[in-house]
C-alpha cells in the first residue's frame, strides 16, 4: 500500500504556558504551534510531531522533521495513508 506525503511548515514556541496548533495568519503557509516543553533535550521537537499528528489523525512515528530540528522554523514531512481505490 502506498502512501502519500505531505510537506508541512511550522512556526514553534517551546516554553509556552499554553499549548495550541493553529493555521498560520497572512501570507504565511503551516501552522503557528506552542507547546510547553523546553526546548532541550528534543522534548519540543517530540511534542510538536505528537500534535502535528494528531492535526492530520496519524501515528507521530509517521511525522519526521526534515530541516529546522534547532530552530523555531521548522518544515515537517507527514505521511499520509493512500485512499482506498474507488469501486
Known sequence: MASSVLDVRVIVEAGARREYIKKA???RVGFDVAVKEP????????RVRELIAQQFSVA????RIVAG???P???LV???PAPLPAP
Open 78 to 80: 507527514v505521511e499520509l
Open 39 to 46: 526546548a532541550e533535550g528534543n522534548r519540543a521537537n517530540a
Open 69 to 71: 530540528h534547532k530552530r
Open 60 to 63: 507521530p512515528k509517521q511525522v
Open 25 to 27: 495568519e497572512g501570507k
Open 73 to 75: 522554523r521548522k518544515r
